[in-house]
């Protein structure tokens, strides 16, 4: 039977999050010409540029407006409304982002007041201003991004006549990769739907060498089509955590039907992506996707003898785990911890809902660090873990293979070109984790796995792939 565990635990070892900073700063980076100012300590905007900066491999312009002694003291109205002069008088962008950081909000700043003041005084300035409130004390990266999104929700789109649609679908696609965002506008192209990215980061975050370099990257999700986005014909989150709420608020706000769905990774959350395509523009699913989704499912087969029944543990964003867990079992796995740093009881009962579904016994674990984890693989082994750099220890610890999915990937290159949702992302996934389950476990002769004599975990190898057949699915 599955269990769902909390953790008390007053400290966190080996923590999976990052801080909330860091999601607001990486969602305004999908907004195009658009500069982030993060209202605390050096460090606060330090951090998260190098955490963002060794996954994505790009210069992260973050301002600063760079608190001291004094200012936790006496407050940080001088230094923002000096930081906000310095952006606009150097940059000129389309947009400003003011996220707060542990230490305002613990001095007390009234951001919104302090940008309406300088505002007041500087006509000039017309471009949008916005505040998230992201101290770390709230919640993870993932509470930071969600919150930019709602921000946006409530202050971009302007109100629109009864009617008037810009034909377009909103599409919230949460904390992905520049990869995944390019793979959902292949299945967005080939629907024949045209999308509005909440936010886009796909260029600006994986953009290309170019002499001379822009004044701002390429690509992103223009300002004006932020604001024209109360006029879409409906809303898609692709992660309820990462911008679910955004949805019910362009629902709420300006009527424009929210559908929220898990993340599109592997056959059955494709699928129901497509269908939401279908049902909102009655368009059909094209045979180019039905074909890809008949190659997910060849890969699939051609595997299954090597995967089947092998436990998995699964750490990482909420959507995200959700997702992974329920494409694993698809290819025969068995997901058996799922883990999250999120304090999010919903993800919990989620989870058990998908475990009770699929038939699965899961130790499902939030608010929780790689130590649980740890602990528990030692009493129980598994045979890949799948989640993201910070994994390393542990797996290195247990000799088990780790499949870096999911954010920071910071000791491997490339990996934010990889996308993993949508048909062609789940074949990719099925390749890397049979690939890599088979380069820890030993030989492939005549289609049937030799083991390692120090392998101890076993693979299963029975069936089509233990006579030597052509179990070519
Ligand atoms: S003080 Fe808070 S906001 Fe700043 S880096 Fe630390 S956790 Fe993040």
């Known amino acids: ?57 790009e210069p992260i312009e973050v301002a600063t407006t760079s608190l001291t002694e004094k200012t936790t003291v006496y407050g940080g109205k001088e230094n923002l409304i000096a930081a906000l002069r310095n952006v606009w008088d150097r940059f000129h962008p389309t947009m400003i982002t003011v996220c707060s950081t542990c230490l305002s909000e613990t001095i007390g700043d009234d ?29 993870t990266h993932i509470t930071g991004f969600d919150l930019f999104l709602k921000e946006v929700a409530m202050r971009l789109p302007v109100k629109s006549r009864k009617g008037d649609t810009n034909g377009k679908v909103n599409i919230i696609p949460g904390w992905v990769n520049p990869g995944d965002i390019r793979e959902l506008k ?17 260029d600006t975050l994986d953009g290309g060498y170019y002499n001379p370099r822009p004044h701002f990257p390429q690509g992103g999700t223009t300002v004006e089509e932020l604001q024209d986005s109360s006029r879409s014909v409906a809303s898609i989150a692709l992660q309820k955590h990462i911008g679910g709420e955004a949805a019910k608020v362009y629902k709420k706000r300006h009527n424009v039907p929210a559908h929220i769905l898990p993340m599109p990774i592997g056959l059955a959350n494709t699928d129901t992506f497509l269908a939401t395509l279908t049902e909102i523009t009655g368009k059909e699913v094209p045979l180019e996707l039905q074909r890809e989704r008949a190659r997910l499912l060849d890969a ?26 329920r494409f694993v079992t698809e290819m025969g796995m068995i ?89 062609r992302g789940g074949m990719y996934l099925v390749d890397e984790i049979t690939n890599t389950i088979l380069t820890q476990r030993g030989n492939i002769v005549s289609n049937t796995l030799m083991e390692l004599e120090d392998a101890d975990t076993p693979v299963m190898n029975g069936g089509c792939g233990s006579n030597g057949g052509g179990c070519g699915g």
């Open 300 to 325: 699939i087969v051609d595997t299954h003898m090597f995967n089947t029944g092998l436990k998995v543990a699964i750490f990482g964003d909420p959507d995200l785990v959700h997702g992974l867990a």
């Open 111 to 139: 951001i919104p007041a302090i940008i309406e003041e300088f505002q007041d005084n500087n006509p000039e300035v017309e471009i949008p201003i916005i505040s998230v409130k992201t101290p770390s004390y709230i919640g």
């Open 186 to 202: 292949h299945l967005l192209r080939e629907m024949d739907v045209q999308p509005l990215f909440l936010t886009d980061y796909a």
């Open 1 to 57: 039977m599955s269990t769902v565990m909390k953790q008390e635990r007053a400290v966190a070892i080996n923590p999976t999050r990052s801080c909330a900073p860091i999601g607001a700063m990486l969602s305004a980076f999908g907004v195009h010409g658009a500069l982030t100012i993060n209202h605390g300590s050096q460090g606060c905007a330090s951090y998260p540029r190098h955490q963002m900066a060794r996954h994505f491999r």
């Open 335 to 423: 997901p058996r911890f799922v883990l999250t740093a999120a304090d999010s009881k919903a993800w919990g009962d989620d989870m058990l809902a998908l475990s009770e579904e699929l038939g699965v016994e899961m130790d499902i674990m939030y608010k929780t660090d790689l130590h649980e984890l740890h602990k528990r693989m030692k009493a129980e082994p598994v045979s890949v873990v799948i989640g993201h750099s910070k994994g390393k220890f542990l797996t290195d610890d247990e000799k088990v293979p780790l499949i870096r999915v999911g954010f920071p990937i910071e000791d491997r290159f490339g990996y934010h070109r990889r996308a993993v949702v949508g048909y």
